[in-house]
């Protein structure tokens, strides 16, 4: 085979990039002179040039990212490559039925419910690939893109109802959930940013939208401030993003952008499906046309700034961590709205601190000490297939070295000895292991990493929290013997009526009390400890939570229960609550 020149290959690639992509990709254009700089604008369609754009300069980096699961975030299902079954599996829910089959080459979900209506849907998006694959899909008889009622779970290999990998309250039955346009598009594909952050630029008056930033979660201190610089050129920049979605409207505000950008914005008006390079670069056309224009992590354009808070524009490294941070941050910053409770005993709705559930990640950081030293991207190579696998890979003094490049009296083993009170070469002298403790609950049904980086001695961890953090490597410990060590080796002092209020009796081995008294989600971590223990003593408190009226935690217990008895315990939590009862006593009853 003739070798390709380097240009016929980056040509080659290109053509391969721009199938891979779909959406309003646009071929690269003649690079121009100019002076070296930042691309002057960033936020508006035209801005954009499409991942293909970046395939000539950059093979290496867009051949792996097309693999990445964050590219394939969103696929059309037309052609994409599908790991659920769609073979006739069928998922039952409380008699209620999703069946997933393959017809003529298309991909259908038939969702039969007794008592909320059946129909046929044909698959159109595919959504996921990471831990899950979510599906979007369009009734036989036609009508809005809808996202369908059936998850697949790599981990489990299994169908499980969508929806319950966050904190929602029990179900009457299946039936198709909402308009995909309406609530995923924005944060599983590469819309301009300026459709983004209508609602942070109008202000408290919009209603909520999918392009909401993460500024109105997180304290004043921390938000950032979206400034508009020329009032007529908004309008100008407006105009023209509603006239490309088929809204014609003179002049029109933020505010009417936020309503019209809501009803109308539709897959074809999206950069492109799935995370192209430009959902976190910001749009680079200028930068394709002349390489010496430079993308930024910094919205740019003549009618807005951005301006962080403090510590972030005091310094230039500090600048660049934050706004990457920033950018993870308009996607990863999940605090579901239909559950109030947050980690520091706050509330979504007040004070809210830390998410409880991955996909919240990116806020978490920005809450913490670290997030103007230490961006994502140090630990998460976004360009690679498996973003976390590098890290992964690192020796443990190599992932401490993430820290203690600013935290230097750390470095010497002597030293970490007498900070962590563990041996040096253990998991339990770990910076991430105390810093960022595995208390988050996961997509797949495991603990992530909690992402608001701070210390297991902190008093709203301890005195707001269930269960204390150090459980989580001790969970067959009393409260009070943790407690006491803790303050024993790091000179601190914990209310004990505060923890009784928490825990009751504070002899109580920590996991089994916060299974009796914590909330929903201090809960499942508490099942998920008392599961990895194997401890038959815990059997009684799990079973009684087979039934417990979030899902999510009700799959935990089920989980821990599985791993005591070392085999799947025969109780389908997906049954009516009467028959999950029925089945538990009969599993209880029998020899194991």
Partial sequence: MARLSRRATSLVLAALVAAACGGATRAPERPSASAPGEVSSNVVFSDYAGTQACAPCHADRVASWLRSPMHNMTRDADGADVRAPFDGTTFTFKGDTAK??????????????????????RVTRVIGGHYREDFAGIAEGGGDEVVLPVSWVFATQSLRYKGYSVMVKERVGLRAGPVWNQTCIFCHNTPPYLSTVLGAIAGPAAKAYQGEVVDPLLPKEKRAAFEVTDDAALSRALEGELSRIGVKRKSPSALDAVTATRRAFRREHLVEVGIGCEACHLGSAEHVRDPKKLPTFEPKSAFLTVRLPPPANEAKGALRAARINRICARCHQVLFSGYEPTWEGGSRHGVAGGSHINSGEARDMLLGACTSKLSCVECHEPHADGATAALQRLGAAQQDALCTRCHERYAAADALRAHAHHDPAGEGARCLSCHMPKKNLSLDGGMTRYHRIGSPTDPPRVLLDRPVECALCHADRSVESLVSTMEAWWKRAYDREALRKLYGDLEQPVALATADRGKPHEQAVAFHL???????????????????????????????????????????????????????????AAPH
């Fill in 530 to 588: 008392l599961g990895a223990s194997r401890s038959k003593a815990a059997i009684p408190a799990l079973a009684r939570h087979l039934t417990h009226p979030y899902p999510l935690v009700r799959g935990y217990a089920k989980r821990a229960l599985d791993a005591i008895a070392g085999a799947p315990v025969p109780v389908d939590i997906d049954a009516d609550e009467a028959e999950i009862e029925a089945q538990t006593r009969r599993w209880l």
């Fill in 100 to 121: 997933l089959e393959t017809i003529g080459g298309a991909r259908f979900v038939t969702v039969s419910s007794k008592k909320l209506g059946s129909a046929k849907y």
